[in-house]
Structure formats: C-alpha cells, structure tokens
C-alpha cells in the first residue's frame, strides 16, 4: 500500500513510522520486512540525507523520508482501503427491503423530482466480525439511495426516527426478501398499528 507524504514535512524525533520497503541489514540481509513500526530517533536536516529509526528489537537503520509514512497516516490509509473494499463487497445485494419515499411515493411528483429509494441491508456474518465491521448505511447519491444496515434500522425505528418511520409505512415497496417482510411485520406491530395501515 503506497501512502502519499506532505511534500516538505520533516518528521521529528520520537514519530512513529512505517516502513514501506524491507529494512536491510550490514549482511544484505532482511533486518525488519515492509510494515514494521518504528520510532525515528535521529531527523534529518533536509529530504537528502536519511533519518535514524530504531525498531521494536533495538536495531536501527538509517532510511529515507520516500521510504517511511508516519504510523497515524498509515492506519488512516488502512481503513479508507478497508471501507473501499466493503463497498465492493456486494453490501447492495443484501437488501431485504426496498422502499420508495417522498413525493413519488404519495403521488405528489413532478417532472424535476427524484425517485428516493430508502431501505434496509443485512451484512454477512463475516463482516460483522470483522475487524472494522460494517457501515452503519449505504448511501448512493447518484440514485438517490440509502439503505441501513439492520441493527441501526431497528434502533432507529425503536426511537421512532421519522425517516424510518417513512420507510416502514411507505405504500411503493419495490423488493423485499421473506425476512424482511417478517421484519416489518414485527415493526408495525410494535409501534401500534396495523400491517395496513399507513402515515397519517
């Protein structure tokens, strides 16, 4: 993963810092691979020369700015890499509920309106437990599309969120999976209404 660094910044002593190529030893052998952490215990004057880093075993090496991003900025990297590897995860095939709200739903439109999708997503057990979970929503504003994931959307409906609300009582439901009509079954219920019932 190749992290961009500030174009003048000198990193002072004591930052913690990554390294981004394998740290060779005298024997031209490899001391600390790609991605070991480091402390830098000697900076610079300039970009040209190298800074002094000492790692988690005492060894030290002297290793240019080109070759070393700052440990905050690499985790930072890590997880926008991780978000941008569950939007392709296939989260919108995990609808189980989808709605249309909003003018178009209650027969209000006119030619400039949007259709405004809203509705619910089940994630995969795998990425519950992942490391950096699952996002609280999806949202796509091209298409006009939001969908929450399931455990906020309970949440949500639990604090009677109007815009949950909406989109459990929306008259235009274009998809919705067997669990998901068991779901909003439940929901009606537990807010006092009837399954046929709609927003006042």
């Not at 519950?128 to 504003?141: A, K």
């Amino acid at each position: 993963m190749s992290v961009s660094n500030e174009s003048n910044l000198i990193y002072s002593v004591g930052t913690q810092v990554v390294a981004q190529k394998d740290v060779m030893a005298a024997n031209d052998r490899i001391a600390h691979p790609a991605g070991a952490v480091g402390v830098i215990v000697r900076s610079p004057v300039d970009r040209t020369h190298a800074y002094r880093v000492k790692f988690s075993d005492g060894f030290e090496a002297p290793i240019h700015h080109d070759q070393l991003v700052r440990l905050a900025e690499f985790k930072s990297q890590t997880i926008r890499d991780a978000d941008a590897s569950l939007a392709s995860a296939g989260l919108y095939e995990r609808v189980i509920y989808r709605c249309v709200i909003g003018s178009r739903a209650y027969g209000l439109d006119d030619e400039a309106s949007d259709t405004d999708r809203r509705g619910i997503y089940l994630p995969t057990a795998d990425l519950h437990w992942s490391l950096y979970g699952v996002p609280e929503q999806l949202e796509n504003d091209e298409t006009q599309e939001v969908y929450w994931e399931l455990q906020k959307f309970i949440v949500l409906a639990l604090k009677a969120n109007p815009n949950v609300l909406e989109c459990l009582y929306s008259p235009i439901v274009e998809n919705v999976t067997p669990l998901g009509a068991e779901l909003l079954a439940k929901d009606r219920t537990g807010t006092g209404h009837d399954e046929g019932s709609s927003l006042e």
